[in-house]
């Protein structure tokens, strides 16, 4: 019995190194939402700029559309930015952003210097809209059916191969 005492710290300890070395392949950028395949949750941000309307829940009907998560003080939202604005450009899908948690002035002059992709923008300062959608952080891009269904959710910067092997197909499907 004092064998087994002893033994148990050790067999625990074999389990769990076990556990963290099977899951060291995993990819820490796919984190699982709740929301994936569910309506878009209640969100109102104002705009932020002028002359172009904020974001809102109702906005995420009637054709699908790409909501990008960003901040000026984010330096891999700064990365994918030409991704995004490619992504507006050329593939006929409209791309809204929500600017998270970040100082109106800062956002506007981010969005001055590197051009400005976004159909429509959201100004979510305190972050409450991004508690909604359930953001972990920044850059954060959600693919969203015309029903104003959640179908994706990318967290951290979107890249080249991201587009080409995830988003891009998914957003051809769902078109059809």
């Not at 995420?60 to 992504?87: D, M, Q, Y």
């Not at 809209?129 to 959710?153: C, H």
Request: glycine share 8%; charged share 25%.
């Amino acid at each position: 019995m004092s064998r087994l005492f002893f033994l148990l710290p050790l067999l625990l300890f074999a389990a769990m190194a076990s556990y963290f070395f099977v899951r060291l392949g995993d990819d820490a950028s796919v984190v699982p939402s709740a929301l994936i395949d569910k309506p878009v949750p209640q969100i109102d941000a104002p705009p932020l700029v002028e002359g172009k309307p904020g974001v809102s829940t109702a906005d995420f009907t009637g054709e699908v559309k790409v909501l990008n998560i960003w901040a000026s003080w984010c330096v891999p939202c700064r990365a994918e930015h030409p991704l995004v604005t490619r992504l507006a450009q050329t593939e006929g899908v409209p791309v809204y952003g929500l600017n998270w948690k970040d100082k109106k002035q800062d956002a506007v002059a981010w969005l001055n210097e590197l051009g400005d992709p976004y159909g429509q923008i959201g100004f979510d300062e305190s972050g409450r809209n991004g508690i909604e959608l359930g953001v972990y952080g920044v850059p954060e891009t959600y693919v969203i059916d015309k029903d104003g269904r959640i179908r994706y959710k990318r967290v951290g910067p979107l890249t080249p191969s991201i587009m080409k092997d995830e988003v891009l197909p998914l957003l051809r499907d769902l078109k059809q």
